[in-house]
């Protein structure tokens, strides 16, 4: 009798609660209808993901917005301008702040310092996409978000032999808390990021130079080179009567007829600079004669000839203005005079100019340089993180496609050596002041 009483009393408790949960369920299952409905309108298109920045999204919990890094401006050739800028968002970085948009140098000048003319980063490179691709990583500002409430810290970097890579370490963690880290603007003065002590692995470089893309005006000239190159490829197989018809992977015809891109370091000046490096180094694998390029680029089978080697030099330097002379059967050799671009670069200051070139080499199915060249150092990390997008992680098998070589270090079968850079590397000594220890893994 109890037991029923009891059951009874439940059955009256529990009564007036059914609509209530009865009408939550409805609220669920409305909401996830909902969603369903709606979330295919706002979902960002996989292709536009690129392009796609949020600036109010935070990158990481330590980026702070409203605290910014302002270095000076950056000099030199292109890559050691990349080199500084990439040193400079990663001390932004470990600062837990954003890097003000910095100022690039247009022409080359290395002790006349006047004759800089400065150009901003955005007038080379997109800033929105920059943004976009590092989002997470490091972040870009523009002088417009400063709100100038509070005079900049100025850092006086160290100089001189005295001052180590661990005394710049121990300043930066100085300054990230204290004095400096209340100031809304750290402002680094003295050198220049380029000459700044290094603390930064070869991947964080990797990552942030996969950031930078052209901006549409300089894109437009590298593809009409790129073009150019592929249609006197085109050229060279009709007038050697073969066909370039043939069906790839997905079924479609023709595709881009391949070249080979060459950075030739002949020029008198890097020739004197190199002996004297061989000299101070005991080494005999640094210069390269023209000759002595053509014979070891001859000797790369990974492309059926005719092949055209595009030669990426600057044409102002050299003695010898005959450099597309005397190479082998099947190769036929084009400078940017020969190719018909000279508009193309002549248009252009020279830091646009080198980019061009950078883009042209980076982008061929093949690239043959130099070691000790910054310049071919940054083209083939450029390929090697691609390889590494791609799952790829060594270049030493047949018909892997952006094989990369250096015409200075002889391989184990007599020719050029197969290149990657070595990602694993925890500074980016190698790859600014060159090295002969390289292989393709």
């Not at 392009?51 to 890559?79: H, M, S």
């Not at 003319?117 to 523009?142: E, M, S, Y």
């Not at 020969?338 to 980019?355: C, E, F, H, M």
């Not at 083939?380 to 070589?405: D, H, I, P």
Request: net charge positive.
């Amino acid at each position: 009798m109890n037991i029923i009483l009891e059951l009874n009393h439940l059955k009256q408790v529990s009564l007036p609660t059914r609509p209530v949960v009865c009408k939550g369920l409805f609220i669920v299952i409305a909401l996830i209808v909902l969603r369903a409905i709606v979330s295919p309108f706002l979902a960002v298109n996989p292709s536009e993901k690129e392009g796609f920045y949020d600036p109010t999204a935070d990158l990481l919990p330590g980026i702070r917005r409203g605290k910014f890094i302002e270095v000076p401006q950056i000099i030199w050739g292109l890559n050691n301008q990349k080199i500084a800028f990439a040193r400079a968002c990663l001390t932004a970085r470990f600062l837990n702040r954003s890097l003000l948009m910095p100022s690039l140098s247009a022409s080359l000048f290395y002790k006349e310092v006047d004759l800089l003319r400065p150009i901003t980063f955005d007038k080379v490179f997109d800033f929105t996409k920059f943004n976009a691709r590092c989002q997470g990583f490091v972040r870009l500002a523009r002088y417009s978000e400063v709100s100038n409430q509070t005079k900049p810290f100025k850092l006086q970097k160290g100089s001189g032999r005295r001052w180590t890579v661990e005394k710049d370490l121990d300043q930066l963690l100085q300054y990230r808390r204290g004095e400096a880290d209340d100031s809304e603007v750290i402002e680094i003065i003295g050198k220049h990021p380029f000459l700044w002590p290094d603390h930064w692995p070869v991947k964080d470089y990797a990552r942030i130079f996969d950031c930078l893309a052209l901006v549409p005006e300089i894109e437009t000239e590298v593809v009409k080179a790129i073009s150019k190159i592929r249609e006197a490829g085109i050229k060279a197989r009709h007038e050697a009567g073969i066909s370039h018809n043939k069906h790839v992977k997905d079924g479609t015809m023709n595709p881009p007829v391949p070249y080979i891109a060459v950075h030739m370091r002949i020029e008198k000046d890097w020739m004197i600079h190199c002996k004297k490096w061989e000299q101070r180094s005991n080494s005999k694998e640094i210069c390269s004669s023209k000759e002595e390029i053509i014979h070891k680029v001859s000797q790369i089978t990974d492309l059926r000839r005719p092949v055209v080697v595009y030669l990426a030099v600057a044409d102002s330097l050299l003695e010898d203005d005959s450099i597309t002379s005397g190479w082998r059967v099947g190769m036929v050799a084009f400078e940017k005079k020969r190719l018909g671009v000279t508009d193309i670069y002549n248009r252009q200051p020279y830091l646009i100019k080198s980019a061009i070139d950078f883009e042209v080499c980076a982008r061929a199915d093949v690239f043959v340089g130099n070691s000790f060249s910054t310049f071919s150092n940054l083209v083939v990390l450029s390929r090697t993180q691609r390889l590494y997008n791609m799952g790829e992680a060594s270049s030493c098998g047949e018909n892997v496609g952006l094989s990369s070589y250096a015409y200075n270090v002889i391989g184990d079968d007599g020719g050029p050596q197969r290149w990657m850079t070595d990602m694993s590397d925890t500074s980016l000594q190698n790859l600014s002041y060159g090295t002969n220890n390289i292989s393709c893994h």
